[in-house]
Protein backbone atom coordinates (compact mmCIF):
# COMPACT_ATOMS: atom_id res chain seq x y z
CA UNK A 1 0.00 0.00 0.00
CA UNK A 2 1.10 3.15 -0.83
CA UNK A 3 1.46 6.43 1.77
CA UNK A 4 -2.28 7.59 0.55
CA UNK A 5 -3.86 4.43 0.76
CA UNK A 6 -2.49 4.37 4.24
CA UNK A 7 -3.38 7.38 5.68
CA UNK A 8 -7.09 7.19 3.81
CA UNK A 9 -7.60 3.70 5.95
CA UNK A 10 -6.49 5.40 9.11
CA UNK A 11 -8.79 8.28 8.54
CA UNK A 12 -11.88 5.90 7.74
CA UNK A 13 -11.01 4.10 11.02
CA UNK A 14 -10.79 7.58 12.92
CA UNK A 15 -13.97 8.76 11.87
CA UNK A 16 -16.12 5.41 12.40
CA UNK A 17 -13.91 5.39 16.14
CA UNK A 18 -15.83 8.92 16.78
CA UNK A 19 -19.07 7.32 15.04
CA UNK A 20 -19.87 4.58 17.56
CA UNK A 21 -18.67 6.79 20.64
CA UNK A 22 -20.96 9.01 19.42
CA UNK A 23 -18.93 11.87 18.77
CA UNK A 24 -19.96 12.17 15.01
CA UNK A 25 -21.31 14.84 13.96
CA UNK A 26 -24.43 13.40 12.06
CA UNK A 27 -25.47 12.61 15.79
CA UNK A 28 -25.94 15.51 17.03
CA UNK A 29 -29.30 16.44 18.13
CA UNK A 30 -30.86 19.30 15.93
CA UNK A 31 -32.23 22.17 17.84
CA UNK A 32 -35.82 21.84 17.80
CA UNK A 33 -37.27 25.47 16.50
CA UNK A 34 -38.72 27.72 19.48
CA UNK A 35 -42.30 28.57 18.61
CA UNK A 36 -43.19 31.86 16.92
CA UNK A 37 -44.98 33.78 19.97
CA UNK A 38 -47.22 35.78 18.64
CA UNK A 39 -48.28 39.14 20.77
CA UNK A 40 -52.07 40.74 20.34
CA UNK A 41 -52.20 44.02 20.59
CA UNK A 42 -55.57 44.11 21.33
CA UNK A 43 -55.91 43.94 25.23
CA UNK A 44 -58.19 41.25 27.70
CA UNK A 45 -61.30 43.34 28.98
CA UNK A 46 -61.13 43.25 32.61
CA UNK A 47 -64.63 42.65 34.58
CA UNK A 48 -65.75 45.54 35.88
CA UNK A 49 -65.14 46.94 39.49
CA UNK A 50 -68.27 45.75 41.35
CA UNK A 51 -68.20 48.85 43.91
CA UNK A 52 -69.50 48.18 47.28
CA UNK A 53 -72.89 50.17 47.84
CA UNK A 54 -72.22 51.79 51.30
CA UNK A 55 -75.77 52.04 53.11
CA UNK A 56 -75.99 54.72 55.30
CA UNK A 57 -77.07 54.03 58.98
CA UNK A 58 -80.30 55.57 60.03
CA UNK A 59 -81.22 56.34 63.78
CA UNK A 60 -83.84 54.27 65.63
CA UNK A 61 -84.45 57.28 67.39
CA UNK A 62 -84.78 61.03 66.74
CA UNK A 63 -82.82 61.88 70.36
CA UNK A 64 -79.45 61.05 68.43
CA UNK A 65 -77.40 61.33 65.09
CA UNK A 66 -74.49 59.25 63.79
CA UNK A 67 -71.00 61.13 64.10
CA UNK A 68 -69.58 61.59 60.69
CA UNK A 69 -67.14 58.91 60.71
CA UNK A 70 -69.64 56.35 61.28
CA UNK A 71 -71.21 56.56 57.83
CA UNK A 72 -71.83 53.02 56.58
CA UNK A 73 -74.11 50.17 58.70
CA UNK A 74 -70.53 47.87 58.50
CA UNK A 75 -69.04 50.18 60.92
CA UNK A 76 -71.83 50.11 63.07
CA UNK A 77 -72.74 47.99 66.49
CA UNK A 78 -76.61 46.24 65.93
CA UNK A 79 -79.04 48.52 67.38
CA UNK A 80 -81.26 46.23 68.81
CA UNK A 81 -84.64 47.72 70.74
CA UNK A 82 -83.23 46.52 73.68
CA UNK A 83 -80.17 49.35 73.12
CA UNK A 84 -82.59 52.26 71.77
CA UNK A 85 -84.80 51.77 74.59
CA UNK A 86 -82.36 52.06 77.44
CA UNK A 87 -80.57 55.27 75.85
CA UNK A 88 -83.78 56.79 75.63
CA UNK A 89 -84.93 56.16 79.23
CA UNK A 90 -81.43 57.54 80.08
CA UNK A 91 -81.59 60.16 77.49
CA UNK A 92 -84.66 61.79 77.60
CA UNK A 93 -84.23 63.03 81.57
CA UNK A 94 -80.80 64.90 81.08
CA UNK A 95 -81.29 68.81 80.08
CA UNK A 96 -78.67 69.18 77.03
CA UNK A 97 -77.98 72.50 75.34
CA UNK A 98 -80.48 73.31 72.79
CA UNK A 99 -79.74 74.04 69.08
CA UNK A 100 -77.18 77.04 68.30
CA UNK A 101 -75.44 76.49 64.97
CA UNK A 102 -73.51 79.87 65.68
CA UNK A 103 -72.07 77.48 68.53
CA UNK A 104 -71.80 74.79 66.62
CA UNK A 105 -74.45 72.85 68.98
CA UNK A 106 -77.00 70.67 67.14
CA UNK A 107 -79.34 70.38 69.86
CA UNK A 108 -79.28 66.22 69.63
CA UNK A 109 -77.28 63.33 71.14
CA UNK A 110 -74.33 62.08 68.74
CA UNK A 111 -73.33 58.35 68.59
CA UNK A 112 -69.91 58.29 68.76
CA UNK A 113 -68.18 55.24 69.29
CA UNK A 114 -65.28 53.66 67.73
CA UNK A 115 -65.83 51.65 64.20
CA UNK A 116 -66.60 47.94 64.81
CA UNK A 117 -66.50 44.99 63.28
CA UNK A 118 -69.38 42.41 63.05
CA UNK A 119 -69.11 39.20 65.41
CA UNK A 120 -67.16 40.79 67.99
CA UNK A 121 -67.61 39.66 71.30
CA UNK A 122 -68.24 42.72 72.91
CA UNK A 123 -70.21 45.72 71.30
CA UNK A 124 -69.38 49.54 72.70
CA UNK A 125 -71.62 51.84 72.18
CA UNK A 126 -71.20 55.73 73.19
CA UNK A 127 -73.28 59.21 72.73
CA UNK A 128 -72.35 62.78 73.59
CA UNK A 129 -74.06 65.63 74.41
CA UNK A 130 -73.16 68.97 75.41
CA UNK A 131 -74.72 70.50 78.12
CA UNK A 132 -75.89 74.08 79.07
CA UNK A 133 -72.50 76.38 79.37
CA UNK A 134 -70.25 73.84 76.85
CA UNK A 135 -67.67 76.63 75.59
CA UNK A 136 -69.40 79.66 76.56
CA UNK A 137 -66.82 80.63 78.79
CA UNK A 138 -63.32 80.33 79.78
CA UNK A 139 -60.99 80.33 82.56
CA UNK A 140 -56.92 81.01 83.51
CA UNK A 141 -55.23 78.10 84.67
CA UNK A 142 -52.24 78.28 87.13
CA UNK A 143 -50.10 78.44 84.27
CA UNK A 144 -51.58 81.11 82.57
CA UNK A 145 -53.17 79.37 79.98
CA UNK A 146 -56.75 80.13 78.89
CA UNK A 147 -59.18 77.43 79.60
CA UNK A 148 -62.79 76.86 77.83
CA UNK A 149 -65.48 75.40 80.37
CA UNK A 150 -66.66 71.87 79.57
CA UNK A 151 -69.88 70.56 80.08
CA UNK A 152 -71.09 67.57 78.50
CA UNK A 153 -73.17 64.03 79.00
CA UNK A 154 -72.01 60.83 78.57
CA UNK A 155 -74.01 57.34 77.98
CA UNK A 156 -71.74 54.28 77.78
CA UNK A 157 -73.50 50.76 76.92
CA UNK A 158 -72.17 47.23 76.44
CA UNK A 159 -73.87 44.45 74.72
CA UNK A 160 -72.65 40.70 74.57
CA UNK A 161 -71.28 40.31 70.89
CA UNK A 162 -73.40 36.89 70.41
CA UNK A 163 -76.67 37.04 72.16
CA UNK A 164 -76.66 41.09 71.98
CA UNK A 165 -78.22 41.59 75.33
CA UNK A 166 -77.48 44.28 77.05
CA UNK A 167 -73.93 43.99 79.75
CA UNK A 168 -73.51 47.43 81.02
CA UNK A 169 -74.94 50.50 81.05
CA UNK A 170 -73.11 53.81 82.41
CA UNK A 171 -74.39 57.56 82.53
CA UNK A 172 -71.50 60.34 83.29
CA UNK A 173 -71.75 64.32 83.06
CA UNK A 174 -68.36 65.53 83.13
CA UNK A 175 -67.54 69.20 84.11
CA UNK A 176 -64.14 71.49 83.27
CA UNK A 177 -64.61 75.20 85.51
CA UNK A 178 -62.35 77.17 87.55
CA UNK A 179 -63.58 74.80 90.26
CA UNK A 180 -63.07 71.77 89.43
CA UNK A 181 -60.16 72.58 86.99
CA UNK A 182 -58.44 71.39 83.83
CA UNK A 183 -59.06 67.48 84.89
CA UNK A 184 -62.44 68.15 85.50
CA UNK A 185 -65.34 66.72 87.77
CA UNK A 186 -66.99 63.43 86.91
CA UNK A 187 -70.34 62.87 87.95
CA UNK A 188 -71.86 59.44 87.47
CA UNK A 189 -75.70 59.45 86.99
CA UNK A 190 -76.36 56.06 86.82
CA UNK A 191 -74.60 52.34 86.35
CA UNK A 192 -75.81 49.24 86.03
CA UNK A 193 -74.30 45.83 84.99
CA UNK A 194 -76.43 42.65 83.84
CA UNK A 195 -75.68 39.30 84.32
Not at 63 to 72: C, G, Q, R, T, V
Not at 166 to 172: A, F, I, P, T
Request: proline content about 5%; hydrophobic content about 30%.
Amino acid sequence: MNKVTKGLLAGAVVVSLFATMGCGGSDKKKEEPKPATTTTTAKQEKAPEVKKEVVKPVPKSKLYKYALHLNDVEKLPPMTDEVIAEFEKQAKPIKIAPEDMKKGRHGIWVFNSSPQKKGAQVYTYRWTAELDGHHDSEFTNDKGKKINEQHFAHIDMTTDGKTEKLRSVRVVKYHVTKDTGEKGKLEEVYKQTFK
